[in-house]
């Protein structure tokens, strides 16, 4: 084979500048590693397109392309954001906030012991129904026979400054098979925004998009019915 076919060289660091722009590499750390140079064939819905900047290769048994040829092929936009070290495919979003991110104001009842942010006590990741959450609010009830029902809130003093509330709810799988059945309700300054549908193991996570405009505290209320332990997500909650 000759080595306009395959060839072997060092790549420094994550090529971030090259795979988007195809101009200048930045990376904050440099690493030097050795990658596979092949003569890639990308094709999409059966027609063969060509990167016009930047050329894939291997490394370690997995394939890179370049990010903004493979986003535009399928009719994507990518756009690099420096400030935040964001690359965004699609729709951009506007400012948002990780709910996880804030700082909340009080929790009650089994939300002292039982609220996590962004993973399990464990360090496992929030996954419900096979989709995984890097970001998100958890929420852990242990069954209790002393009680009929149990409930945990957790509020954040917004002030007002933000219009919109999303995420994706749904029971953890690591409970998947729990008999307990719960919902989550959000409050805005004592009033009722959104009630759930009911929240069963197994489920596909349910869009939740709750208009908190003007909201001074936002409240966010878990109930179930302590059949037996089960766990709650909100996955990629965040306010804009």
């Given at each position: 084979?000759?080595?306009?076919?395959?060839?072997?060289?060092?790549?420094?660091?994550?090529?971030?500048?090259?795979?988007?722009?195809?101009?200048?590499a930045y990376a904050a750390t440099s690493t030097k590693i050795e990658v596979v140079i092949d003569n890639l064939k990308y094709m999409v819905d059966g027609v063969q397109m060509k990167p016009t900047t930047g050329q894939g290769f291997i490394y370690q048994g997995t394939t890179y392309v370049p990010l903004r040829f493979a986003a535009e092929a399928v009719g994507k936009e990518v756009t690099w954001e420096g400030k935040s070290k964001t690359?965004?495919?699609?729709?951009?979003?506007?400012?948002?906030?990780?709910?996880?991110?804030?700082?909340?104001?009080r929790a009650e009842g089994v939300a002292v012991d039982g609220l996590r942010f962004d993973k399990w006590k464990?360090?496992?990741?929030?996954?419900?129904?096979?989709?995984?959450?890097?970001?998100?609010?958890?929420?852990?009830?242990?069954?209790?026979?002393?009680?009929?029902?149990?409930?945990?809130?957790?509020d954040y003093n917004l002030n007002g400054k933000y219009s919109k509330f999303v995420g994706k709810i749904g029971v953890d799988d690591i409970y998947k098979n729990s008999t307990s059945v719960g919902v989550?309700?959000?409050?805005?300054?004592?009033?009722?925004?959104y009630t759930s549908t009911d929240?069963?193991?197994?489920?596909?996570?349910?869009d939740l998009n709750v208009d908190i405009t003007g909201v001074l505290k936002l409240r966010i209320q878990f109930e179930f019915n302590n059949n037996q332990d089960i766990a709650f997500v909100i996955g990629?909650?965040?306010?804009?």
């Amino acid at each position: 084979m000759h080595v306009s076919d395959k060839l072997k060289g060092l790549v420094t660091g994550l090529l971030i500048g090259t795979m988007i722009t195809g101009g200048a590499a930045y990376a904050a750390t440099s690493t030097k590693i050795e990658v596979v140079i092949d003569n890639l064939k990308y094709m999409v819905d059966g027609v063969q397109m060509k990167p016009t900047t930047g050329q894939g290769f291997i490394y370690q048994g997995t394939t890179y392309v370049p990010l903004r040829f493979a986003a535009e092929a399928v009719g994507k936009e990518v756009t690099w954001e420096g400030k935040s070290k964001t690359i965004w495919i699609g729709k951009k979003e506007g400012a948002f906030k990780y709910l996880s991110s804030i700082d909340y104001a009080r929790a009650e009842g089994v939300a002292v012991d039982g609220l996590r942010f962004d993973k399990w006590k464990d360090g496992s990741s929030f996954i419900v129904a096979e989709n995984k959450y890097v970001n998100g609010i958890g929420m852990y009830f242990p069954n209790d026979f002393w009680n009929k029902a149990l409930s945990g809130t957790v509020d954040y003093n917004l002030n007002g400054k933000y219009s919109k509330f999303v995420g994706k709810i749904g029971v953890d799988d690591i409970y998947k098979n729990s008999t307990s059945v719960g919902v989550i309700k959000i409050f805005g300054d004592g009033e009722l925004l959104y009630t759930s549908t009911d929240l069963i193991g197994g489920n596909l996570p349910i869009d939740l998009n709750v208009d908190i405009t003007g909201v001074l505290k936002l409240r966010i209320q878990f109930e179930f019915n302590n059949n037996q332990d089960i766990a709650f997500v909100i996955g990629d909650a965040k306010v804009s």
